[in-house]
T-cell receptor, first 112, second 113 residues
Framework: GQNIDQPTEMTATEGAIVQINCTYQTSGFNGLFWYQQHAGEAPTFLSYNVLDGLEEKGRFSSFLSRSKGYSYLLLKELQMKDSASYLCAVSPSTDSWGKLQFGAGTQVVVTP | SQTIHQWPATLVQPVGSPLSLECTVEGTSNPNLYWYRQAAGRGLQLLFYSVGIGQISSEVPQNLSASRPQDRQFILSSKKLLLSDSGFYLC????????????FGNGTRLTVT
């Protein structure tokens, strides 16, 4: 079956670094996406990984290991506005990249 | 640039009533279109997707249906709502190319009473 696991909640201090892990077991794999979702709002796209390795985008970085079925999202220099749910999603289908399997999300709480 | 519009933002409907949610995309042609649902405290679940006018694929058996009457218009419907249909409904689009991410509309929060 399809399984995407990520921690339920993480707390970190403003200015610190937080790493959100995601493990997946899916029937296929095209790529892995990370989304940010503030409470009551729609998810917004952060990054994607197709090949193994690290992708860096400003304060956010995402890593993928396809052989291990593992990814992480690294948030650096945390700001209060980074308090949100972070969704890991896998594209397992060959007919459409947008048919994503989502994890339940990791709620990140940034404290002063 | 591309934009996606989804309405209404919130909706309260009694059990057994019909439903129609609409979504339109601007600034791109022939996008892939999707309807996702997010139940409280749970991950997003794909309901329907469409790769072209009149082409709808259903991912989850339910009492909902979808239609794509125009290239950039996607509609989610139900003839009779159930309590379990409550949730946050999100329309999304993507390009048809490789590794194209999903872009979501602002969502409709549906409460069935």
């Amino acid at each position: 079956g399809q399984n995407i696991d990520q921690p339920t909640e993480m707390t970190a201090t403003e200015g610190a670094i937080v790493q959100i892990n995601c493990t997946y077991q899916t029937s296929g794999f095209n790529g892995l996406f990370w989304y940010q979702q503030h409470a009551g709002e729609a998810p917004t796209f952060l990054s994607y990984n197709v090949l193994d390795g690290l992708e860096e985008k400003g304060r956010f970085s995402s890593f993928l290991s396809r052989s291990k079925g593992y990814s992480y999202l690294l948030l650096k220099e945390l700001q209060m506005k980074d308090s949100a749910s972070y969704l890991c999603a896998v594209s397992p289908s060959t007919d459409s990249w947008g048919k994503l399997q989502f994890g339940a999300g990791t709620q990140v709480v940034v404290t002063p | 640039s591309q934009t996606i519009h989804q309405w209404p933002a919130t909706l309260v409907q009694p059990v057994g009533s019909p439903l129609s949610l609409e979504c339109t995309v601007e600034g791109t042609s022939n996008p892939n279109l999707y309807w996702y649902r997010q139940a409280a405290g749970r991950g997003l679940q794909l309901l329907f997707y469409s790769v072209g006018i009149g082409q709808i694929s259903s991912e989850v058996p339910q009492n909902l249906s979808a239609s794509r009457p125009q290239d950039r218009q996607f509609i989610l419907s139900s003839k009779k709502l159930l309590l379990s249909d409550s949730g946050f409904y999100l329309c999304a689009w993507s390009l048809t190319g490789w590794a194209s991410p999903l872009h979501f509309g602002n969502g409709t929060r549906l409460t069935v009473t």
